[in-house]
């Protein structure tokens, strides 16, 4: 089983439309939570971390659920710029420094 | 200040080939990584370093081999290139929580 997993998706999203995916991960020790996003064939960046008491930045709001072990990714007014693969990371105590990447979820936002 | 970056971009290598990819940091971080990204796979570490003089094996580390060569630049380097190290190639640092990438390689072994 892999540590981070995503739903691949693609996920298809009318422009202005809501979407939002989750993250699962297996390890309890998990401590530090990312969102990546990732443009076709370039690199990743960091598209913002993820807060106990769940933050927002935007028009994207990320939760964690220690409970159930999993974060989510909620994306409000979808714009077509929003198209793109996001990168669930997890870092956790017992290999501190060393992240867990996810395989990505595909969103695809449509005019 | 351009972050991380990496060379070569592009690389086509046949089978049993060695060479080196290069990556260097202007950030002045500590840690420093090497991933690859296969399709569906997400990127998976190769090898990390905590500081200058330290390396350590991720998740997939054989057929490689690293240098820290000082707090700047990290070197990921193939013996003997296999049609299995196929893949996108990425370097980053990180300071706390927030690792910085460079823009890949792109090898290919035939």
């Known amino acids: 089983r892999k540590e981070v997993e995503q739903d691949p998706g693609p996920f298809n999203v009318p422009e202005g439309a809501t979407v939002a995916f989750n993250c699962t991960y297996s390890?309890?020790?998990?401590?530090?939570f990312f969102w990546y996003r990732q443009d076709c064939r370039k690199e990743p960046k960091l598209l913002m971390s993820?807060?106990?008491s769940g933050n927002e930045d935007g028009r994207f709001t990320a939760q964690l659920n220690r409970a159930s072990q999993y974060i989510s990714l909620l994306i409000r007014d979808s714009k077509l710029s929003d198209s793109a693969t996001y990168l669930c990371?997890?870092?956790?105590?017992?290999?501190?420094?060393?992240?867990?990447f996810g395989a990505g979820t595909q969103v695809v936002v449509t005019p | 200040n351009a972050g991380v970056t990496q060379t070569p971009k592009f690389q086509v290598l046949k089978t049993g080939q060695s060479m080196t990819l290069q990556c260097a940091q202007d950030?002045?971080?500590?840690?420093m990584y090497w991933y690859r990204q296969d399709p569906g796979m997400g990127l998976r570490l190769i090898y990390y370093?905590?500081?200058?003089?330290?390396?350590d094996k991720g998740e997939v580390p054989n057929g490689y081999n690293v240098s820290r060569l000082n707090k700047r630049e990290f070197s990921l380097r193939l013996e003997s290139a296999a049609p299995s190290q196929t893949s996108v190639y990425f370097c980053?640092?990180?300071?706390?929580?927030?690792?910085?990438f460079g823009p890949g390689t792109r090898l290919t072994v035939l």
């Open positions: 390890n309890s020790a998990s401590q530090s």
């Open positions: 980053a640092s990180s300071v706390v929580d927030e690792q910085f």
């Open positions: 370093s905590a500081s200058e003089g330290t390396t």
């Open positions: 950030m002045n971080h500590n840690s």
């Open positions: 990371v997890v870092m956790a105590t017992d290999s501190w420094g060393k992240f867990q």
């Open positions: 993820v807060y106990s």
